[in-house]
């Protein structure tokens, strides 16, 4: 299972967390590197195996992120889900991300789910909300309000039900919660089984933690690599929120922060 929330501060700023729970012999991904995709800096990790990212933000605040879901039938879509924010990253405008969903073969892909965050000009940020069954894509496009995502390859009716619950809970009493209590959210592991935010299942766990702030002037991407039950180091990336010029996507370091940290400074 894995969970995603999201936080909207204001017209300009919000905050996107995402839990990913993988096989345990999957091994660790790549630390996040900062490319040039088009116009825009992104900034992601790099699953190993699949060699695409499950989150993505780029430079001027649009935030990609997949998971996965239930197969319908076994032979369904051998892809990985990982591939698919390869084929969004650069887009500029919701008509450009709106059309490149569409262009994708999704008979190719194993179910999944597709999340993208985007700046509206006058109500502030847009969730664009995408599902894919295996024979049916849905557009389920949300409020711009907190929101959780909690999906898996199997269908985890509890954890789901556990993780909403305790999200709803958590907003209801926090008022406009601050992000180290979003944080200790993501890091939970008050139950331990596969119920909680932070899992350590028979056969998945928690391998990840990914933490995206979208600032007025800035984006910082904190990433926490290995299981929450122990002290997860963390790798921090800070861009400036900001448009570049057209280039191929290669790594780039100049005029980017890159620091590795033991605890989230927020």
């Known amino acids: 299972m894995s969970t995603l929330t999201y936080y909207p501060r204001s017209k300009n700023e919000y905050s996107l967390r995402f839990n990913r729970d993988t096989s345990k012999k999957r091994g660790t991904a790549k ?16 699953d190993k195996v699949a060699s695409g990212p499950w989150v993505a933000v780029q430079s001027n605040g649009t935030t990609f992120a997949v998971l996965n879901r239930p197969r319908i039938e076994k032979k369904i879509g051998e ?29 190719s892909y194993s179910p999944f789910g597709l999340v993208c965050i985007i700046q509206h000009p006058d109500d502030g940020f847009k969730i664009l909300n995408w599902e894919w069954d295996g024979r049916i894509m849905t557009s389920l496009d949300k409020q711009n309000k907190p929101q959780l995502w909690s999906t898996s390859a199997r269908e985890e009716i509890s954890a789901r039900r556990y993780r909403q619950h305790q999200w709803e809970k958590l907003i209801t009493l926090n008022g406009e919660p ?82 590795p940290e033991n605890r989230l400074q927020a």
């Open 31 to 46: 630390l996040p590197q900062v490319f040039r995709k088009g116009n825009v800096q992104v900034v992601y990790p790099l």
């Open 79 to 107: 892809r990985s889900r990982d591939r698919l924010i390869l084929k969004l990253l650069g887009s500029m405008s919701e008509g450009e991300i709106r059309s490149k969903v569409q262009a994708l073969d999704q008979q």
């Open 178 to 259: 601050t992000e180290d209590i979003l944080h200790d959210f993501h890091f939970s592991t008050q139950v331990c089984n596969d119920l909680t935010p932070a899992c350590k299942g028979i056969k998945e766990q928690t391998a990840s933690i990914s933490e995206i702030y979208v600032r007025e002037d800035s984006i910082s991407f904190h990433y926490h690599d290995g299981g929450p039950w122990i002290e997860m180091p963390s790798h921090q990336i800070t861009i400036q929120r900001a448009f570049g010029s057209q280039e191929d996507e290669k790594p780039l370091r100049q005029g980017v922060e890159i620091k």
